[in-house]
């Protein structure tokens, strides 16, 4: 695997592959990669010629108080993960590389609405980021696919709108959410658990399991679920930011009709904050 800093390297590298007709296969990450990851790099491997993954800690996707500087940063680890999933181009620029006139671009890419509720409410500004950094890779990698973990499925939701807005020519494709055996949904937050908050965490998965259930069983008031749910978060030590049931198509509150939901919750645990989700699609 050949690991790129620039983005001039990196283009003159793919210039060569797109050439040759190689199909590119897309992974954007911000690095410090677990399991979860490397399903992402093997279905990339399945789909593409050439794989790229970039690891880049995107400053415009934090805000003020949120965990930008300790967010954990393992390259060596990443680069010897990825080389033995399959990974042939890692690009790993740094913040004046990708914004050389400070840590955000003026040029922003919002898709409204979506952008502000359930994540976004709790964090403003941060699907701005992640959509402005995603047009920016791509732009840079200008890849056939790019593949995204169903885990953040806003951000994937936010992603498919944007490509299909711009018309962008990129084929976005989510992966399940890889989970350790407890049912807790890998991500690099978890690292900020104690071992006693990794227990409690796995809740977080027996709790929208529990919503799935009362949906499956016919119970209609979506708004009582979620909030008995939060009930058993708290009854266990976790903090509420959301816990809602909503349309998978368009993430709203849902019409009694609605046969597609998705169960998305968002709760503080210690320094963490984690969100999962679960999909329920009705007879
Ligand atoms: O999901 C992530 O790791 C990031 O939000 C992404 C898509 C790499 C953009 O910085």
């Known amino acids: 695997m050949k690991t790129f800093h620039t983005v001039a390297e990196l283009r003159t590298a793919l210039k060569s592959e797109r050439l040759q007709d190689k199909r590119i ?4 990450t911000m690095g410090n990669l677990h399991e979860g990851h490397m399903e992402l790099i093997r279905r990339a491997r399945k789909e593409g010629d050439v794989v790229v993954s970039s690891i880049f800690v995107n400053p415009m996707q934090f805000s003020a108080n949120e965990d930008l500087e300790r967010y954990p940063r ?14 042939d181009f890692l690009f790993a620029p740094s913040a004046s590389e990708m914004y050389p006139d400070g840590k955000r671009s003026q040029t922003q890419i919002e898709v409204t609405g979506l952008s502000d509720i359930l994540c976004g409410a709790t964090r403003p500004g941060h699907f701005v980021g992640v959509a402005t950094v995603v047009t920016k890779l ?34 976005i494709i989510g992966v399940d959410i890889a989970r350790a055996e ?8 978890n690292g ?33 679920i979620c ?9 266990v030590g976790f903090k509420r930011d959301y816990f809602e049931i909503r349309a998978q198509h368009d993430l709203l509150t849902p019409s009694e009709k609605e046969k597609r939901l998705v169960i998305l919750v968002a709760a503080y645990l210690g ?12 007879p």
Request: aromatic share 8%.
């Open 74 to 87: 393992t390259l060596k680890e990443d680069q010897a993960l990825l080389e033995s999933n399959g990974c």
């Open 227 to 235: 909030e008995q749910a939060q009930q058993k978060l708290e009854a």
């Open 25 to 28: 296969a897309f992974v954007p």
């Open 182 to 189: 407890s049912g807790l949904a890998l991500s690099s937050r």
């Open 138 to 171: 791509f732009n840079i990698v200008m890849p056939d696919c790019a593949i995204f973990g169903n885990k953040d499925y806003q951000q994937l939701k936010v992603i498919e709108d944007m490509v299909r807005d711009l018309s962008s020519n990129v084929e």
């Open 192 to 224: 900020y658990l104690t071992e006693a908050e990794r227990n409690t965490a796995t809740t977080l998965y027996q709790t929208l399991l529990w919503a799935k259930q009362q949906i499956l069983e016919g119970h209609v008031s979506y708004a009582d």
């Open 271 to 282: 320094k963490a904050r984690l969100i999962d989700n679960l999909t329920v699609d009705l």
